[in-house]
């Protein structure tokens, strides 16, 4: 699955983690006063971090690990190889030929999924509470004896696979290449966020197999990965069973990043791009800052109270009042590095980006003039409930309190954050959303890009236009 799209729907996870203020306690969780996931953890000595929580609610269990390594760890030029490894990594491994991955798991009642982001790559593996020996059987052979596998042949099939997905995605798929466009118009060439996880066509056909083969040893390997196994487990049997399937497999490099400058747009800046289109769309997308920063919760607020679902502002104004937009949608999407509000519109006929631009920064002006009514901000805590109950009663899959875990561990620094999570929105005020609003969206510069149907530039925003 491509990165970008998936790491919003876990953000909006975490959020409705944080706004049920313990309404109900899932079975597995504890609320005594606080929201609380427990676990216990222990380090190999190759360096695999590993994270058990008991839940015995179900005969099911989840293995779900976390590579940190995403497309922020790739070079310009050399690009997509995170993205490439989540397909090779189903491909076979010294010990579990191809296609035997999935057959495997399937025969003992099992399902599996893998997905990339900028920031890190994961996989998963739910099933049976009986299975989890195989699961950590095949993880630990992907982990370890993967190298062997890494041949020409299969790295030129997932090539093919990848930029047909890519063909699919973005160059075949209506507005699909705005958020490439919108990158490298937020971000420097240089920086790790100004590519999409996916890759480019171009990078893809010239890497090299040596370079493939160098980005995994570099990578995906146990002192830079965190296991989580939740439910129906014994946690002493399970340590055994870990420490002899993923014991012996060697150390990797240490990986070490440097931190890319903090980048601020001096100026907005403005882009038209021409597709295959009906109708004309405008982005509109800021900087804001990384996850779990200082502001990040208010973020996540205001953009659900501009535009998260029917009764926010921009959708109510464009769409129902006016009539001149069909499709509204913003989001707070930040990662370990930076963050970006992104906010979009979709004409309907006969209207032009122009007039939908005014009407969305009058919103905007608004809200940072006034903010929202206390009205507003318990919608959008009531709304986040029901995303919440959902995925806490799973254990597994890319929702459940597996995954949770690992995303608490790698981007707050502790897996059971659950509780300090819920604090950082219970204490917001409408002041706070105020403020985000002043300070990250109109008191700051923008990228605004238009994408208008073919032979249609006229329908795009006015370059250098003001609120």
Do not use: C
């Not at 900028?118 to 982990?143: F, I, K, Q, V």
């Not at 747009?265 to 997308?285: I, K």
């Not at 979009?344 to 980006?353: D, E, K, R, S």
């Not at 403020?435 to 795009?460: D, F, M, N």
């Amino acid at each position: 699955m491509e990165g970008s799209r998936l790491r919003a729907s876990l953000r909006r996870l975490a959020f409705g983690v944080a706004l049920l203020a313990v309404v109900a306690a899932p079975r597995g969780l504890q609320a005594a006063g606080a929201l609380s996931v427990p676990y216990t953890s222990f380090t190999l000595p190759n360096g695999l971090k590993v994270i058990l929580h008991e839940d015995h609610a179900l005969p099911i269990v989840s293995a779900n690990i976390w590579y940190h390594v995403g497309s922020g760890d790739e070079k310009p030029g050399r690009t997509g190889f995170a993205h490439l490894f989540e397909h090779m990594m189903f491909m076979g491994s010294q010990n579990v030929p191809t296609g035997d991955f999935d057959r495997l798991l399937e025969a003992a009642g099992a399902d599996n999924n893998g997905s990339t982001t900028e920031d890190r790559t994961n996989y998963y593996e739910d099933g049976p509470s009986n299975s989890l020996a195989l699961m950590l059987y095949l993880d630990s052979d992907r982990m370890g004896f993967l190298t062997p596998e890494i041949t020409a042949e299969k790295v030129e099939l997932q090539k093919g696979v990848v930029q047909n997905e890519r063909r699919q995605s973005y160059e075949n798929r209506p507005y699909g290449l705005a958020e490439e466009n919108i990158l490298k118009r937020l971000y420097p060439p240089e920086h790790p966020y100004s590519w999409p996880v996916i890759g480019s066509m171009a990078d893809l056909q010239a890497a090299s197999l040596e370079d493939v083969q160098g980005f995994f040893r570099s990578y995906y390997t146990p002192n830079n990965s965190v296991l989580v196994i939740a439910g129906d487990i014994d946690p002493a049997q399970t340590r055994r069973q870990v420490e002899r399937w993923f014991g012996g497999i060697p150390r990797g490099p240490e990986v070490v990043r440097t931190p890319p400058p903090p980048v601020k747009l001096e100026s907005d800046v403005f882009g038209t791009l021409e597709d295959r289109v009906q109708l004309p769309r405008v982005y509109d997308v800021w900087h804001t800052g990384r996850l779990f920063g200082p502001d990040d919760a208010a973020l996540d607020v205001m953009s659900q109270i501009l535009g998260g679902g029917k009764s926010s502002r921009l959708y109510k104004r464009l769409v129902y009042e006016l009539q001149i937009a069909n499709q509204v949608a913003v989001y707070n999407d930040a990662g370990r590095k930076d963050g970006k509000l992104t906010m979009f519109a979709t004409a309907t006929p006969g209207h032009a980006l122009d007039e939908l631009q005014r009407v969305i920064d009058e919103e905007l002006t608004r809200l940072a003039q006034s903010g929202p009514t206390e009205r507003e901000l318990q919608r959008v805590k009531n709304g986040a409930e029901a995303q919440f109950l959902d995925g806490m009663q799973q254990v597994g899959g890319f929702s459940g309190k597996a995954n949770q875990l690992n995303y608490y561990d790698y981007f707050a620094g502790t897996p059971d954050y659950f509780n300090q999570d819920l604090e950082r929105y219970q204490k917001l005020t409408t002041a706070d959303i105020q403020r985000v609003a002043r300070e990250y969206v109109t008191g700051a510069h923008r990228v605004v890009l238009s994408i208008v149907p073919q032979g249609k530039t006229e329908l795009a925003v006015t370059e250098g236009r003001k609120p």
